[in-house]
């Protein structure tokens, strides 16, 4: 008989159900009619959970599967999953780290190319007509402007190689500076927002980076600074960024995530300097499909009794 599975939300790759299916009784938690009932009927044998970062399972549901022995995550972030209560009860978590370095960091140009040369309100220009009665304003470009990147982990390092392409000044904030780094270490983020013209968050969402980017960092990046998030909307703080944007207090904003998806702050919405992206920075074929294969390795490492390819707890 094939274990249990449970599915904690809509599947982050349309193969990912019936992969699972080859070796699992797959089990859907957001479509069960009672989830409670659900997860008593499952918790004299339920070992396996398949989840995102974003679909939990938090302490409560953790506690309710006692044999549970491994969460596999979709995804590199995993912020949705209690991992404090997983490793309370000896449960392992698993994500999807380095596949989609290449991904993300590619949608990290492509908003700042977007914001910088005003690629969505040129599109818009021609299509209106407008070309006619006269050119499109200049523009702001890249070439040569000052980046700095909050989060210089693995997606981080891939962004910084490609603004280097664009000869970009690259600093970088984060808890500690990093040995055999050629760019410039800020141990403070409000320092670096002063001195930069481009800030790029790229960090996981912990309770110590909640709202890293407030009113204050925003001030210090300044009415020609634009913002770029790629990682969690909980790390910058949407109404104020709003209200920054609003009196242009920044310049623009580029953001791929939001703080309650898939809900951005209504007042983003109606502002021209901002391109928004519906967290797509891994939403690609090619890379979606390599973090499925990951996701599903844990899950064949643990069944084979061999170990873990990617824990994190
Ligand atoms: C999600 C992400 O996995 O990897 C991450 O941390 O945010 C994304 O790639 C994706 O949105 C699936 O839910």
Known sequence: MKPDILLMGPPAHPDIPAELERDFTLHRYWEAPDRAALLAKLA??????????????????????PKLELISSFGVGYDGVDTAAAKAEGVRV?????????????????????LAREIPASDRFVREAKWAAGNYPFTGELTGARAGILGLGRIGKEIARRLEVFRMEIAYHGRRQQEGVPYRYYGDLREMAREVDWLIV????TAESRHLVDAVVLDALGPTGHLINVARGALVDEAALVAALSEGRIAGAGLDVFEDEPHPHPGLLGLANTVLTPHSGS???????????????????????????????
């Not at 979606?288 to 824990?311: C, D, F, Y």
């Open 44 to 65: 004299p044998s339920l070992r396996y959970v398949s989840t995102t970062g974003h679909q939990g399972p938090d302490a409560e549901v953790i506690r309710a599967l």
């Open 283 to 313: 939403a690609t074929w090619r890379t979606r499909r390599l973090m499925a294969e990951v996701m599903l390795s844990n899950l064949r490492a643990h069944l084979a009794g061999e170990p873990l390819k990617t824990p994190v707890v």
């Open 202 to 205: 790229i960090a996981p969402a």
């Open 94 to 114: 698993t994500n999807t780290p380095d596949v989609l370095n290449d991904c993300v960091a590619e949608l990290t140009l492509g908003l700042m190319l977007a």
